[in-house]
């Protein structure tokens, strides 16, 4: 544009005297900068006036508007001639307000990319852990060539008065029945020793109920054990979260599955499963599982085959079908206070607690006619829909967690304090609370999540960053 304005200046000026010669010189100057430079002599005056004259600076102002033109559609910014500011040459808001959103997402995608950077990072550690344990069970020998042993009938052993083997692992599982690994340690033995009459009567003991009734039954809380820590969360996400396992678990999924959500952040959409407790401990996930709907905070449970948690931003609750991988239910929990109006005492929109024991699906939470106390409300686990409610006491803010057993409510009196108590019970049966002081202790300082898993009779938490687990001493039930 400025070199085809400079030409029609160059035709007007040689139109007046056509034998007069134009020159046109183009180099670049000492900034590298291209220029072109036109001679024209003058039609009118021998000698150039000292000031050049009123034409010569109009068309200095003309030529200063028209590179402050050319500057701003090149994106350059060029100082005009005579080191006027055209009006023409100011930048344009919606120019600058584009720029500005395009160095953002520039920015943001940086960070997105160094995040999904440090993510694959740590899946390449965990395949390589993964390979590592798989060649470990390949080197392992196989099963059926293990020294053949001669076959004996357990009758004619325990005739001879020698036990058969793998008692004292027998015994052992009796009297603690409730310890992790002791199922495993007893399926190794019986494919040591390997006669079928020695697996047979294996199945037939598992089978007998523990004799130390305190730990079944609906009882009340008498005691609970010291935390027993499964694993530590990967990265910041897994400072807050929930962890569960279904007690009536639908196939395809065992008995023995294990679910875990983080919790950190606002779209919290991935639910990952592990086939026991094991694989959990070594972060070895089997299913990953997508929500359809954000989920909010950690007060989510398993029971019967679905996932049920509360929606993001709403006081709608939601069933999830795992086997179908659809939402089965949804419903809102009529006038509960969600996103921070009735949380525990930690915060983290915990306004909303589902949880699950002998009596059914609960949900616990409070609402503005209740002015902030604890509503417990009894939920139909197919429809979502309310059974029956009760209002407590107790107020919600006062306390740092809380668990249904046995159709009672127990909560936490710190969510910080290494050495605190459940310091209240509420029973749904009677309809009265009282005050307890049973010992409690948060390991590492910061328990975001405490909850009943029915199907192993102990307490599960989360306790900045680590997953643990508690033993609970039931008493026996009273009779009614």
């Known amino acids: 544009m400025f070199f085809v304005f400079l030409l029609c200046i160059c035709g007007l000026l040689l139109r007046g005297n056509a034998q007069d010669r134009a020159s046109l010189w183009r180099g ?67 120019l600058q307000e584009a720029l500005n959103r395009a160095v953002g997402e520039r920015n943001l995608l940086q960070g997105e990319k160094e995040r999904l950077a440090r993510e694959l990072e740590t899946l390449k550690l965990r395949m390589e852990e993964m390979r590592r344990e798989t060649e470990r069970l390949r080197s392992r020998p196989c099963l059926g060539q293990n020294p053949a042993v001669a076959p004996s009938s357990p009758q004619q052993d325990w005739g001879r008065g020698r036990p058969v083997s793998g008692s004292n692992q027998m015994s052992h599982l009796m009297t603690n029945p409730n310890r992790q690994g002791d199922s495993s340690n007893l399926r190794d033995s019986a494919w040591q020793y390997g006669p079928m009459g020695f697996q047979e009567l294996k199945a037939e003991v598992t089978e007998v109920p523990a004799p130390d009734s305190n730990n079944t039954g609906c009882g009340e809380l008498i005691a609970v054990g010291e935390p027993v820590t499964h694993r530590k969360a990967d990265n910041i996400a897994g400072k807050y979260g929930v962890w569960m396992q279904d007690p009536e678990a639908v196939s395809p999924y065992g008995p023995n599955m294990l679910w875990r959500i983080d919790t950190v952040g606002t779209e919290i959409r991935q639910l990952y499963g592990y086939e026991d407790m094991e694989q959990l401990s070594k972060g070895f996930p089997s299913k990953v599982l997508l929500l359809p709907d954000p989920l909010e905070s950690t007060g989510a449970t398993m029971y019967r085959g679905s996932l049920y948690y509360q929606r993001r931003l709403s006081r709608t609750l939601i069933r999830y079908d795992l086997a179908a991988e659809h939402v089965a239910a949804r419903r809102e929990l009529p006038h509960a206070g969600f996103h921070g109006q009735f949380p525990y005492s930690w915060g983290g929109y915990t306004d909303i607690d589902l949880s699950v024991d002998e ?7 409070s609402t503005s006619k209740a002015q902030g106390a604890i509503v417990i409300s009894k939920l139909d686990p197919n429809s979502l829909e309310v059974k029956r409610s009760w209002e407590t006491s107790i107020r919600k803010a006062s ?32 309809s009265q609370g009282r005050a307890v002081s049973i010992p409690f202790k948060n390991k590492y300082g910061y328990n975001s999540m405490v909850d009943y898993s029915l199907a192993q009779r102990k307490l599960f938490a989360w306790d900045n960053f680590h997953l643990v687990t508690y033993d609970l001493r039931l008493g026996r039930q009273q009779a009614n």
């Open 359 to 365: 009596k059914g699906l609960w949900a616990v939470y």
């Open 28 to 94: 670049n100057d000492r900034s590298g900068r291209c220029q072109y430079t036109f001679t024209v002599p003058s039609p009118m005056e021998a000698t150039c006036p000292q000031g050049g004259g009123p034409e010569v600076e109009g068309l200095k102002n003309r030529l200063s508007v028209l590179e402050a033109l050319v500057s701003q559609l090149s994106g350059k910014d060029v100082q005009p001639r005579g080191g006027h500011q055209g009006a023409a040459a100011r930048p344009q808001p919606e």
């Open 399 to 430: 306390v740092a967690n809380s668990f249904m057993i046995c159709g009672k409510l127990y909560t936490v009196a710190s969510y910080a304090s290494r050495e605190t108590t459940i310091n209240r019970v509420y029973d749904t049966g009677t």
